[in-house]
C-alpha cells in the first residue's frame, strides 16, 4: 500500500499564536504532502517494500537499493518526520511534561529548563535546513538531544524520536522570516507533552515485549 499523508487532527489556525495558519495549511498540504508523493513514486517498482512501514523503511535503510536509496533517505524521512510533529505540537494546553517522561527528563538533563536550553540551542545552531529532537536509545533507556540535516531522523542512527522540531524555513518564515529564535521560543507554547509521554511508553512497552 502506498504511504499516506496523515489527517492533521486540528484545524490549521489552532496554534495561530505560535504558528500562523497559512505556515501551517502550506506545510502540511504542500511540503508534507511532496514528501509522501516522492517517496511513493521511488518505491513504486520495488514490491518489495509493499507494506513496510516508514520507521522500519529508514532502520533499514541499507536494504534499500543503491539507486533509490538517498530518494528515499530524503522523502521517507521527510515524511516520517512530518508524519511525528503534526502528533507533537498541537493547540496549547499548558501542560507539562509527567510521568515517565518528566522522571527521564529530569535523570538524563537534570531540570526540565536545562533540556529545553539543550534543545533550543541545537535547533538554533542548525546550519541551513534541518530538525532537532529529543529521542531515547532503547538500548541503554537514555533520552537525547539530536540535531540532524535536511530530512534526517533520528531511525537512521537507531534511535526512536519522541520530539521533533522543524527548522526548515518553510515551518517559520512566513511569521517569523529570519527570527529563528523567536519562532522556537514559541515552539514550546504548542508541544504536546501527553503526546510524546504516550509515544515513550509504547517503545518502551515495545522494548521490554522484545527483550
Given at each position: 500500500?502506498?504511504?499516506?499523508?496523515?489527517?492533521?487532527?486540528?484545524?490549521?489556525?489552532?496554534?495561530?499564536?505560535?504558528?500562523?495558519?497559512?505556515?501551517?495549511?502550506?506545510?502540511?498540504?504542500?511540503?508534507?504532502?511532496?514528501?509522501?508523493?516522492?517517496?511513493?513514486k521511488?518505491?513504486?517498482?520495488?514490491?518489495?517494500?509493499?507494506?513496510t512501514?516508514?520507521?522500519?523503511?529508514?532502520?533499514?535503510?541499507?536494504?534499500?537499493?543503491?539507486e533509490?536509496?538517498?530518494?528515499?533517505?530524503?522523502?521517507?524521512?521527510?515524511?516520517?518526520n512530518?508524519?511525528?510533529?503534526?502528533?507533537?505540537?498541537?493547540?496549547?494546553?499548558?501542560?507539562?511534561?509527567k510521568?515517565?517522561?518528566?522522571?527521564?527528563?529530569?535523570?538524563?538533563?537534570?531540570?526540565?529548563e536545562?533540556?529545553?536550553?539543550?534543545?533550543?540551542?541545537a535547533?538554533?545552531k542548525?546550519f541551513?535546513?534541518?530538525?532537532?529532537?529529543?529521542a531515547?536509545?532503547?538500548?541503554?533507556?537514555?533520552?537525547?538531544?539530536?540535531?540532524?540535516?535536511?530530512?534526517?531522523?533520528?531511525?537512521?542512527?537507531?534511535?526512536?524520536p519522541?520530539?521533533?522540531?522543524?527548522?526548515?524555513?518553510?515551518s517559520?518564515?512566513?511569521?517569523?522570516?529570519?527570527r529563528?529564535?523567536?519562532?522556537?521560543?514559541?515552539?514550546?507554547?504548542?508541544?504536546q507533552?501527553?503526546?510524546?509521554?504516550?509515544?515513550?511508553?509504547?517503545?518502551?512497552?515495545e522494548?521490554?515485549?522484545?527483550?
Open positions: 500500500m502506498a504511504y499516506q499523508l496523515p489527517l492533521l487532527g486540528y484545524s490549521y489556525d489552532a496554534l495561530e499564536r505560535s504558528i500562523d495558519g497559512e505556515t501551517m495549511r502550506l506545510h502540511h498540504d504542500k511540503h508534507h504532502r511532496g514528501y509522501v508523493d516522492l517517496l511513493n521511488t518505491i513504486a517498482n520495488y514490491p518489495q517494500f509493499d507494506n512501514t516508514i520507521e522500519d523503511l529508514l532502520k533499514n535503510l541499507n536494504d534499500v537499493p543503491e533509490i536509496r538517498a530518494d528515499v533517505r530524503a522523502s521517507g524521512g521527510g515524511h516520517a512530518h508524519e511525528l510533529l503534526w502528533k507533537v505540537i498541537g493547540p496549547p494546553d499548558g501542560a507539562t511534561p510521568g515517565v517522561l518528566a522522571e527521564k527528563i529530569k535523570n538524563d538533563f537534570g531540570t526540565f536545562s533540556f529545553q536550553e539543550k534543545l533550543t540551542e535547533a538554533v542548525v541551513g535546513s534541518g530538525w532537532a529532537f529529543l531515547i536509545d532503547l538500548k541503554s533507556q537514555k533520552l537525547e538531544v539530536m540535531s540532524l540535516p535536511n530530512q534526517d531522523s533520528p531511525l537512521l542512527h537507531g534511535k526512536s519522541l520530539l521533533a522540531c522543524d527548522v526548515w524555513e518553510h517559520y518564515y512566513l511569521k517569523y522570516q529570519n529563528r529564535p523567536e519562532y522556537l521560543k514559541a515552539w514550546w507554547n504548542v508541544v507533552w501527553e503526546a510524546a509521554k504516550g509515544r515513550l511508553e509504547s517503545l518502551l512497552h522494548a521490554l515485549m522484545t527483550r
